[in-house]
């Protein structure tokens, strides 16, 4: 089993930053890649952005591409979302998951492991 427990949420003028963290443990590694996907009220879970834990390479949504950063501290077993220039659509509850898949899926069902979510607000 892997736990995972996100935190840095919180509510920020549009053009601001967050950064959010994604703390796992019950594995020496939470999982062959991590994700960050987010869920606005009355809308479906989207994926933001996933990471390799292997080899670090990362890929990203086109709506984020330039403004987010997906990155992983191994020896801290923590995964991370540096938000830049944050707009108010980005407003959503924002969770991490952790899949065994050995490729960056974009794909809810391809995550094992969730977390609880952590809120960002975006104000205009």
């Known amino acids: 089993q892997v736990q995972l427990v996100e935190s840095g949420g919180g509510l920020v003028q549009a053009g601001g930053s967050l950064r959010l963290s994604c703390a796992a443990s019950?594995?020496?590694?939470?999982?062959?890649?991590m994700a960050w996907f987010r869920q606005a009220p009355g809308k479906e879970r989207e994926f933001r952005a996933g990471?390799?834990?292997?080899?670090?390479?990362?890929y990203y949504a086109d709506s984020v591409k330039g403004r987010f950063t997906v990155s992983r501290d191994s020896a801290k077993n923590t995964l991370y979302l540096q938000m830049n220039s944050l707009k108010p659509e980005d407003t959503a509850v924002y969770y991490c998951a952790a899949g065994l898949t050995v490729y960056i899926s974009t794909d809810r069902r391809s995550y094992t492991y969730w977390g609880q979510g952590t809120q960002v607000t975006v104000s205009s």
């Open positions: 019950g594995r020496t590694r939470p999982g062959a890649t």
């Open positions: 990471i390799r834990w292997n080899d670090g390479s990362t």
